[in-house]
């Protein structure tokens, strides 16, 4: 009877020292959380924010484990489900597909524009995929990397309990009606982004170019428009009617710095850049920078948005 006991105790000591390790690293932010709190406060919809300084471990936690749409966010599980399926050799990382008239969505899409049967290399779709985030190629992509199961396998796996894909996958049709094409909350979706910028996703050469796609981002007039174009960012956002996100992680000056910003169930359904999500995501990044930049003085050019 020993054994077992000493066995629990060494468990429990070990549980409480991680915990408060954890503790130590989620270091509340009481300054930045509370301007985040005001510019959410009066939002006609619902907010999530999870803030992270990856040099001083300061983080703020606004409805940070609360489930939100992912909208198009949900690119990145499919890069990392497509990587995965790589890693195992199940498929070539150079291999060249042949586009079907079949594969199209409805949309402004590069690769849905394609002619049937017209050759493309599995690198350029992902690449679209997330920079320019091409629905039809993601859509392709999402099909090629085993569907929503395997993505979802890897995410469960991985230690996400809530980041799931619901479009086009069994018995998730009900998670679909509610979120749509996949659920996340702002501290799953910034951990994962973080992993990917550690080298810890699916494997440090799979990271490294994942990295590199999220780097490259098309849609940069919301949170990224705050953040000085010379300062190199990774990120994905997101948009459907009634949600508008943002995950972004930030190569700054005197450390690394992530968020995720979510919002759901918006009054707002404009698709305009006035739209009061796209205003709270631009609020928030600049907020943030200024926060942990106080004195790296740049704002946006005058005029700068009419481009």
């Known amino acids: 009877m020993r054994l077992p006991l000493l066995t629990f105790l060494v468990c429990f000591l070990l549980h409480l020292t991680t915990s408060a390790q954890q503790t ?70 150079k291999t060249v597909l042949r586009y079907r008239d079949s594969l199209y969505y409805a949309g402004e899409d590069i690769v849905g524009n394609f002619k049937d049967s017209s050759l493309v290399a599995l690198s350029k779709v992902q690449m679209l995929s997330i920079t320019t985030s091409d629905n039809t190629g993601s859509l392709w992509l999402q099909q090629l990397a085993g569907g929503g199961e395997a993505i979802n396998a890897w995410l469960e796996k991985n230690g996400f309990q809530h980041t799931r894909m619901n479009s086009r996958t069994p018995g998730r049709r009900p998670n679909w009606v509610n979120y749509g094409w996949g659920q996340t909350t702002p501290r799953e979706m910034a951990t994962l982004v973080t992993m990917i910028r550690d080298g810890k996703v699916v494997s440090p050469a799979a990271s490294e170019r994942m990295y590199r796609n999220l780097g490259r981002i098309y849609y940069d007039r919301e949170a990224l428009s705050q953040i000085p174009p010379y300062v190199h960012t990774a990120s994905k956002s997101g948009a459907v009617n009634q949600s508008k996100s943002e995950v972004v992680l ?25 739209n009061a999500g796209y205003v709270l995501i631009r609020k928030v990044s600049n907020t943030i920078w200024n926060h942990f930049e106080p004195k790296y003085y740049w704002e946006p050019a005058a005029g700068v948005e009419k481009y």
């Open 24 to 93: 130590r690293k989620e270091d509340i932010d009481k300054k930045l959380t509370q301007k985040l709190e005001a510019l959410a406060n009066g939002f006609q919809g619902d907010v999530g924010i999870y803030v992270r300084h990856l040099k001083t471990g300061k983080t703020v936690a606004i409805n940070a484990d609360t489930l939100f749409p992912t909208a198009s966010m949900i690119k990145i599980p499919i890069m990392v489900g497509m990587f995965d399926k790589m890693e195992r050799g199940e498929i070539d990382p």
């Open 250 to 274: 930030v190569n700054a000056p005197h450390g690394d710095y992530v968020f995720c910003i979510i919002t759901k169930n918006q009054q707002d359904e404009r698709w305009q850049d006035d």
